[in-house]
Antibody, heavy 122, light 113 residues
């Protein structure tokens, strides 16, 4: 059974930084693209960032480009999201999601974690 | 970016009745070389994370009840719940995976009438 367990969410002041982690199990972690999707309170789903399986090409939503970094450690089955210069509008529940294959394009979100909450507030 | 628009924003359906949700993309998500539409549907129950229901517009994920069906091609898609059960109360999202960034519809909330 695929399991994704996120951690690292917290309350942080505007301009602050956080690092989110997601540990995957039940599948060959390195063979799949992995992504972060967020959901602001009472709102819909917004894709944030993704990293392909294998070569590890990275992709970012325009709203976070230049502030967020995504990486993966396949030896630890772990996905990371480094978030810098956080803004109030980054407040959301951050989901880790496994794609259906190693590529970003042409693949769907096959499995989701339970999410980790990030609150940006002074 | 491809914009996904769902309708309605919410609907209330009696138990055992049909629920129909529409999704439209701002450009075609049909890949002509394989004749597949790059469209998925997800279900998010209250307090839970999203769950994949359908991909390739009409292929049910393993374990998804057959009362859920997807149809459509190109830019216009439909999710149908043939006989609504109490367990189907949720928000449903369509999503295109034709191009990066992947984009979602705004969601449709399904309730019991």
């Amino acid at each position: 059974e695929v399991q994704l367990l996120e951690s690292g969410g917290d309350l942080v002041q505007p301009g602050g930084s956080l690092r989110l982690s997601c540990v995957g199990s039940g599948f060959t972690f390195g063979a799949y693209a992995m992504t972060w999707v967020r959901q602001a309170p009472g709102k819909g789903l917004e894709w944030v960032s993704g990293i392909t399986g294998g070569a590890g090409s990275t992709y970012f939503a325009d709203s976070v480009k230049g502030r967020f970094t995504i990486s993966r450690d396949d030896s630890r089955n772990t996905l990371y999201l480094e978030m810098n210069n956080l803004r109030v509008e980054d407040t959301a529940l951050y989901y880790c999601a496994k794609k259906s294959d190693r590529a970003m394009a042409g693949t769907w979100f096959a499995s989701w974690g339970q999410g980790t909450p990030v609150t940006v507030s002074s | 970016d491809i914009v996904m628009t769902q309708s309605p924003d919410s609907l209330a359906v009696s138990l055992g009745e049909r629920a129909t949700i529409s999704c439209r993309s701002s450009q075609s998500v049909l890949y002509r070389s394989n004749n597949k539409s790059y469209l998925a549907w997800y279900q998010q129950k209250p307090g839970q994370s999203p769950k994949l229901l359908i991909y390739w517009a009409s292929t049910r994920e393993f374990g998804v009840p057959d009362r859920f069906s997807g149809s459509g091609s190109g830019t216009d898609f439909t999710l149908t719940i043939s006989t609504l059960q109490a367990d189907d109360v949720a928000v449903y999202y369509c999503q295109q995976f034709y191009s990066t960034p992947p984009t979602f519809g705004q969601g449709t909330k399904v309730e019991i009438k």
